[in-house]
């Protein structure tokens, strides 16, 4: 394999994590909208705990984990400002 063959499969595995991150981001709009409608938290301790130690039990690469981990912990940062943010907007 070549640079270009490494480059062009990292390029496709972006192009799917950019269309599911879209896709989470959506149902966290809509998580956003329903928590608001309750008055409930954006910031749910338990519940984020909860999926990063079941994303941990999926990664059977231990090399992988704290990395996997840690991006996640941004997703769940980005997750919780587009949910204040949209909370801030009027309805």
């Not at 998580?31 to 338990?46: C, M, N, P, R």
């Not at 999926?51 to 981990?69: G, Q």
């Amino acid at each position: 394999m070549d640079l270009n063959t490494f480059r062009n499969k990292i390029d496709g595995i972006d192009d799917n994590i950019v269309k599911l991150l879209m896709e989470r981001f959506a149902v966290v709009k809509e998580l956003s909208e329903y928590k608001k409608a309750h008055g409930l938290d954006v910031f749910q301790q338990a519940r984020e705990a909860e999926i990063l130690k079941k994303i941990a039990d999926k990664i059977d690469n231990e090399e992988y984990k704290d990395y996997i981990l840690k991006i996640y912990t941004e997703i769940f940062g980005a997750s919780k400002s587009l949910q204040r943010n949209s909370n801030s907007s009027p309805s």
